[in-house]
T-cell receptor, first 121, second 117 residues
């Protein structure tokens, strides 16, 4: 099956610093990756869509200058939380979608990374 | 915009019994996909089952099956012969089949399932 990794799994940083989270598709090329944010016992909220070689598309209410997304290759997308503050503490999850194939069913499946727990002190 | 509603914040079931988790959605689209994801305490999202809206037949994956009622915009998940490992938070999710929202998942609020031995 398709595997997506995230690094780091958890990070603690001081307020005002920047933190980079990596999302990698290990055994497939992902033309599109998605970044989600999840609060404890809550649902996943889509933050942005990351397309390889182009600018990310941010959802309404998400600060693009705060959450920088780079999708430099078909297997790697990064999320940088700039000037992090305690309210940015959360669980960040990425997902990756393989490119379309002749068979419809599987191209719609997204594969999720294990998530990154960010704590800003 | 599409919305997904899970009206059961918590459900419980005895081991080996059957439980049904509810999900309704609102959309004006005709082409879309519906998913159930499981999130155990590890917080890794795991795909449980997938349904294409253009298919009338309900999807089935081993002990997991769905009741897809397109006209009613309902997509419930039935777990048969519940096992302790089924305990998790379950999310219902919607994805557009095309357009600018293609690929984006909209999740419901989630249902925490407890399995009693």
């Amino acid at each position: 099956g398709a595997v997506v990794s995230q690094h780091p799994s958890r990070v603690i940083c001081k307020s005002g610093t920047s933190v980079k989270i990596e999302c990698r598709s290990l055994d497939f090329q992902a033309t599109t990756m998605f970044w989600y944010r999840q609060f404890p016992k809550k649902s996943l909220m889509l933050m942005a869509t990351s397309n390889e070689g182009s600018k990310a598309t941010y959802e309404q209410g998400v600060e693009k200058d705060k959450f920088l997304i780079n999708h430099a290759s078909l297997t790697l997308s990064t999320l940088t939380v700039t000037s992090a503050h305690p309210e940015d503490s959360s669980f960040y999850i990425c997902s990756a979608k393989p490119p379309g194939t002749s068979g419809r069913p599987h191209q719609e499946t997204q594969y999720f990374g294990p998530g990154t727990r960010l704590l800003v002190l | 915009a599409q919305t997904v509603t899970q009206s059961q914040p918590e459900m419980s079931v005895q081991e080996a019994e059957t439980v049904t988790l509810s999900c309704t959605y609102d959309t004006s689209e005709s082409d879309y996909y519906l998913f159930w994801y499981k999130q155990p305490p590890s917080r890794q999202m795991i795909l449980v089952i997938r349904q294409e809206a253009y298919k009338q037949q309900n999807a089935t994956e081993n002990r997991f099956s769905v009741n897809f009622q397109k006209a009613a915009k309902s997509f419930s998940l039935k777990i048969s012969d519940s096992q302790l490992g089924d305990a998790a938070m379950y999310f219902c999710a919607y994805m557009s089949g095309g357009g600018t929202s293609y690929g984006k998942l909209t999740f419901g609020q989630g249902t925490i399932l407890t399995v009693h031995p």
